[in-house]
């Protein structure tokens, strides 16, 4: 079982910062972040392999977010720089562990232009 508490979010202008974090009880193979926008279906923003730390990006958001993954706080970040309209959503942390998908309560970001 993985449990997954995220933090972070709000409300930011386009061009701007947010970080988000996630604290995760159990161990994951996999840890990272997904968003949800209002009528599309959820979709991969980026993920961190706990073994050799492979990353995965989305390409609407590389170069612009960063993931990185504490393994001693068994935490997951996501550094949102240059921010657009386009990035609103809820943004849940992932985790995935022998075959089965956990999920965070979301947390709202919200980009005005």
């Known amino acids: 079982q993985v449990q997954l508490v995220e933090s972070g979010g709000g409300l930011v202008q386009a061009g701007g910062s947010l970080r988000l974090s996630c604290a995760a009880s159990?161990?994951?193979?996999?840890l990272g972040w997904y968003r949800q926008a209002p009528g599309k279906q959820r979709e991969l923003v980026a993920t961190?392999?706990?073994?050799?730390?492979?990353?995965n990006y989305a390409d609407s958001v590389k170069g612009r977010f960063t993931i990185s993954r504490d393994k001693v706080k068994n935490t997951v970040d996501l550094q949102m720089n240059s921010l657009k309209p386009e990035d609103t959503a809820v943004y849940y942390c992932?985790?995935?562990?022998?075959?089965?998908?956990?999920w965070g309560q979301g947390t709202q970001v919200t980009v005005s232009s």
């Open positions: 961190i392999t706990d073994f050799g730390g492979i990353i």
């Open positions: 159990g161990s994951a193979f996999r």
């Open positions: 992932y985790g995935w562990r022998y075959n089965t998908d956990y």
